[in-house]
């Protein structure tokens, strides 16, 4: 089988000409497949029902397992079954600046952060660029709606699975497809350093989310198993790094774990390891996992915290909440389903 949702343009044109047919219909299947986003090759009405059959069995699709829907703010969390039977997790989410959408890298998750349902069980393979692209084709084709914003925060480190994820951007953003702005996009990394650097040398413009956690290697380390590859000087250099090499401000995801590391003396220890760095902080109020045992403090301890960050001249916000009735936390739903 031919991936052809996963092949760039002069790719598929080679592909089109070995089975016979003339060039230009590479520019039609490509425009269907990422222009119009359509399912499978019966949906293609302008090219012969002879090529149509040729093609079709090469056409990755996704398949709806299930979906919940906030009742709170609309959040839509799919998930979704690939060919091999493994399931994924995308979240829909609508603001007032457009829809976003959180797509997943991995079936599964080999840096085993402590906190995170992603990745009990391990890693079991990387997606390749359709089935990253299909999350947001299959998301618009089930809602009706246009995505303007996307996260690459579900399951799965994306930069553990790079050359997918390049794919994958060259194609989501390429003019004759769905030409989405690298502007819109952000990926998150628990700390891949060499890779950081790499995605840095690019000369890409999307954003960097850092999973950064802690303020000390200590604390890093008995939450993040990254930490005892890449020490957190190590890890900030490389985002200095991207700073330098693309201009795009580095985001720090920071998940508030009550009684591990939501202490005043960790706010101002983060605020010193961030002091001149340009760079926004996320606090995320960490989503209990009911194998990991964690919770979140009160909403007091989460605002003091918030409020020393300012105090020492650090832009931060609080996550919003989305979908917190429907197991938004990554992992939870897939697991559910798998287990």
């Not at 799965?156 to 996009?185: H, M, Q, V, W």
């Not at 303020?215 to 900030?236: C, F, G, V």
């Not at 989503?287 to 919770?295: C, D, I, L, Q, T």
Request: contains cysteine; proline residues 1%; hydrophobic residues 35%.
């Amino acid at each position: 089988m031919t991936d052809i949702r996963s092949l760039y343009l002069d790719e598929l044109t080679e592909y089109v000409k070995s089975l016979g047919e003339p060039a230009f219909r590479a520019k039609q299947i490509f425009e269907w497949l990422h222009k119009k986003y359509v399912e499978g090759a019966d949906d293609m009405t302008n090219i012969s029902k002879a090529l149509r059959e040729k093609i079709k069995d090469d056409v990755v699709t996704l398949q709806e397992e299930t979906r919940l829907t906030s009742k709170e703010d609309g959040t839509i969390k799919f998930l979704f079954r690939l060919n091999d039977g493994q399931m994924i997790e995308t979240v829909f989410m609508r603001y007032h600046h457009g829809n976003s959408l959180c797509i997943s890298s991995q079936a599964g998750c080999r840096m085993g952060c402590d906190f995170c349902a992603s990745g009990i069980g391990g890693l079991i393979r990387n997606l390749t660029a359709s089935e990253m692209l299909e999350q947001v084709y299959a998301s618009m084709r089930l809602t009706g709606e246009r995505i303007s914003n996307i996260v690459v925060m579900g399951t799965g480190e994306a930069l553990d699975n790079y050359d997918n994820f390049i794919r994958f951007l060259d194609l989501i953003t390429d003019e004759k497809g769905y030409n989405l702005s690298e502007r819109s996009i952000t990926v998150s990394s628990c700390g891949l350093v060499p890779m950081i650097r790499k995605l840095a040398d690019a000369d890409r413009t999307l954003t960097l989310a850092l999973s950064l956690h802690a303020s000390t290697d200590e604390t890093r380390k008995k939450i993040m198993p990254i930490a005892k590859s890449y020490s957190l000087a190590e890890t900030l250099d490389a985002c200095k790094y991207y700073f330098d090499k693309t201009g795009r401000r580095v985001t720090f995801e920071y998940a508030l774990i009550h009684g591990v590391n939501d202490n005043k003396d960790e706010a101002e220890r983060l605020s010193k390891l961030l002091h001149g760095m340009n760079c926004h902080v996320n606090l995320i109020p960490v989503n209990p996992v009911a194998e990991k045992g964690y919770e979140r403090g009160s909403r007091d301890d989460i605002d003091a915290f918030k409020k020393i960050l300012e105090k020492n001249q650090i832009n931060v916000t609080i996550r919003r909440g989305m979908g917190r009735d429907i197991d938004a936390a990554c992992g939870q739903l897939r697991r559910r389903y798998s287990y």
